[in-house]
């Protein structure tokens, strides 16, 4: 299951959200294994955000996943996802997407390792 996190320093309109989570729903099938269906993508507008002690106009944004995705594909995935954010935020000063992948996990009771 992946998770995908966007957290904005701008506000984000409730039509823009769902623009986003379909979006990144669709775009996370470019890796592996990954698709909409068993995808939990949560989006947070208004995060007072920081760089040099000065405000800034940024996202940082995340995607956890169970296992190791193929290099390419993260890289397409980047790709694709900064269109996105683009078209739904428009030029934001930053923005930061790491990939975090986990070889042990667990949902409810059931744990899982590689």
Not at 29 to 49: A, F, L, R, Y
Not at 89 to 99: P, V, W
């Amino acid at each position: 299951m992946p998770y995908v996190s966007v957290r904005a320093s701008q506000h984000i309109a409730d039509d823009k959200v769902e623009r986003l989570q379909q979006e990144i729903g669709r775009i996370i099938s470019v890796i592996p294994g990954k698709n909409i269906e068993n995808c939990m993508i949560q989006i947070t507008g208004d995060c007072k955000t920081y760089m040099g002690g000065k405000p800034v106009n940024a996202a940082m944004c995340e995607v956890r996943m169970f296992g190791k995705a193929p290099k390419d594909k993260k890289k397409e995935f980047a790709a694709e996802f900064n269109k996105v954010i683009t078209a739904e935020l428009g030029e934001l000063d930053k923005l930061f997407l790491n990939f975090q992948e986990y070889f042990e996990w667990s949902i409810g009771s059931n744990y899982v390792d590689f």
